[in-house]
């Protein structure tokens, strides 16, 4: 068992954003595979001519998204084995001959993965004339699974959060990154987070292997009111579980984001259905689970059948956690006493002495009411007040901030 020792350390909005959805109306998309033998499914009618499928090679031709009603981007999706090494590469060919890179390699580069499957956007610069579309990998073509390109329509949605940047939307419904469909290597989501009383915290950003158990130790400083875990698998067969135990005591299964059969990183190998690629999981953990102080977090895989001598890694580990706070109770009179404040109405009766002077000092008012009331023909805006002029809420428990995040001995 694997033992990982994290320690917590303690933006909303909306943006505009335009999405990628696959387009159902146009039918198929062009579908081919490698393993276990070459084949080429039939070719859907908007496809723009034969598809050559070589050993550790294929070159798809596309039309110009203009010639296609309803076509306006291109998603390729490849499936193949991550060997550590750069993996495949997918090059874009124009009409007139010129060759250009879109991926230099789709494996991820830092360890052995197993099956995967990375999904590339096709720049509008391209798609726009058409071209020929070329994925390779001549120099381990074994690598190899699938691949499939899919028309999709571009559509705009509102993004929340300022970090979200979504690109492309599957068929599963999953909101994809715009930096995932640039066919480099992932960047991990690493750092912590703090927005009030929700923290995300940082268990393991980098790629984990996950062969059977694993475990994280985490201090926590402060009362919890839940919590979530979070992470994404590489390599679970989807009859597979993984039990969350928490000091100790059962906490239930992660769950894993649903998924399709028709999605192309979804795949038959044999009489075995295997998800390729990164998957979300997570799960909900109450708060009596937890304790002040250093916790425990195991999980297990059970029911797992590795294929093609894949294994199961996890990235991208997280705790959204929500701490509990207290808060002072702002006194309503005052509060309402402010608001009614303004040079015209003038200091509204009931309000004590100590109230008066504080609407005073708002209105910034240091002379006598008679005083002003000499000047009544002056004109006095009204005073604006906005949150800001509330009593603040009482400062939130700390939360316990170092970094001594490392890997003890394996139990």
């Known amino acids: 068992m694997m033992r990982i020792l994290t320690v917590l350390v303690a933006m909303a909005g909306c943006a505009m954003a335009q999405q990628v959805f696959p387009s159902s109306q146009l039918g198929s998309p062009i579908a081919l595979r490698w393993t276990p033998t070459r084949t080429v499914e039939p070719l859907p009618q908007w496809a723009a001519g034969p598809v050559q499928i070589e050993h550790g090679q294929a070159i798809i031709p596309l039309p110009a998204v203009w010639e296609r009603t309803g076509i306006d981007r291109y998603v390729l999706t490849v499936v193949f084995v991550d060997t550590s090494d750069t993996g495949p590469i997918v090059e874009w060919r124009t009409k007139e001959g010129a060759l250009h890179r879109l991926s230099n390699g789709l494996g991820e580069g830092d360890m052995p993965l197993g099956i995967h499957a990375r999904s590339l956007l096709i720049p509008e610069e391209y798609s726009r004339a058409g071209g020929d579309l070329i994925v390779s990998a001549l120099s381990h073509p074994e690598v190899l699974i699938s691949a499939e390109v899919s028309p999709a329509r571009n559509a705009t949605v509102a993004a929340l959060g300022m970090s979200l940047r979504p690109a492309l939307v599957n068929k599963s419904g999953r909101a994809i990154d715009a930096d995932d469909l640039l066919g480099t290597p992932p960047q991990p989501l690493g750092g912590d987070l703090r927005t009030g009383v929700i923290v995300d915290a940082e268990l393991a950003a980098d790629t984990v292997p996950f062969d059977d158990t694993l475990e994280f130790l985490v201090p926590i400083d402060g009362k919890l009111e839940g919590a979530v875990l979070l992470t994404e698998i590489l390599g679970l067969a989807p009859e597979a579980r993984v039990d969350v135990w ?164 394996s139990l």
């Open 246 to 409: 928490i000091n100790d005591h059962s906490a239930g299964e992660l769950q894993g984001a649903s998924f399709r059969l028709d999605d192309p990183s979804t795949i038959s190998l044999g009489d075995s259905v295997v998800l390729a690629g990164w998957r979300g999981h997570s799960l909900y953990v109450p708060p009596h689970l937890w304790q002040e102080g250093e916790n425990s977090i195991v999980l297990r895989i059970r029911d797992h059948t590795n294929v093609l001598g894949g294994r199961v890694s996890l990235k991208n580990t997280t705790l959204h956690l929500r701490f509990a706070t207290k808060s002072t109770e702002p006194d309503t009179v005052l509060i309402e006493g402010l608001r009614a404040a303004t040079p015209e109405k003038g200091i509204p009766e009931g309000i004590t002495e100590a109230v008066s002077e504080a609407i005073t000092a708002v209105r910034g008012d240091d002379s006598d009411v008679a005083d002003d009331e000499e000047d009544d023909e002056a004109e006095t805006p009204a005073v604006q007040l906005s949150d800001s002029s509330l009593p603040p809420l009482m400062p939130l428990s700390p939360l316990e901030m170092s970094s001594r995040n490392h890997l003890p001995p």
